[in-house]
Structures are given as C-alpha cells and as structure tokens.
C-alpha cells in the first residue's frame, strides 16, 4: 500500500505508515507541506476506494469515526447543456 500511495501523491519527502487495525492507518509525513497536500487534496482512491486522510488529535476515536461527507459523480446522459452548467453550482 506504501508503494501505491507513494505513486500517487508524488511527494517531495518520505512518509512511514502504520496499521492500527480496523482499516485505520496512521502515516508520518516528513515535512508539513506533503502532509497539508494529502489532507487537501483528497479525497484519494486507492485499489478503487476512496482514502480519506486527517489530522489525528488526541480525541480521535478511531472505531467509532464515521465519513460525514464524500464526493459523487453523477452523470445524465441526456441533460443538456444549460442544465448541466446551472447543475454545476448545487451544493
């Protein structure tokens, strides 16, 4: 998994990973750009998942953490255009 996400957020230093268990993953990034850049720039897939990656505080919880947002791709094949463009500024 290291030599995939290393692949895919080209980043400038290193970084360690540990399993914790329960699919939860702790990384240590070796320069607080890379690891701004991670968090920023996600959500990633991996292995055809997304991996959503956070700031890990003392409260953090790990089994009990839930995914509040996540991003879709919803496609109309027969939407036209105009529609399309006015669709593009829902939140």
């Not at 996400?5 to 400038?12: A, I, S």
């Not at 890379?34 to 968090?39: A, Q």
């Not at 292995?47 to 947002?69: C, E, G």
């Amino acid at each position: 998994m290291k030599e995939k996400l290393t692949r895919l957020w080209k980043l400038g230093s290193g970084f360690e990973m540990l399993h914790i268990g329960n699919g939860y993953f702790t990384v240590k990034f070796d320069s607080k750009e890379d690891r701004t850049k991670v968090i920023q720039e996600g959500p990633w897939i991996i292995f055809d998942h997304y991996l959503m990656v956070k700031t890990w505080t003392r409260n953090s919880v790990f089994p009990k953490a839930k995914i509040q947002k996540t991003m879709v791709w919803i496609c109309f094949p027969s939407l036209n255009f105009f529609a399309m463009m006015k669709a593009s500024y829902w939140h």
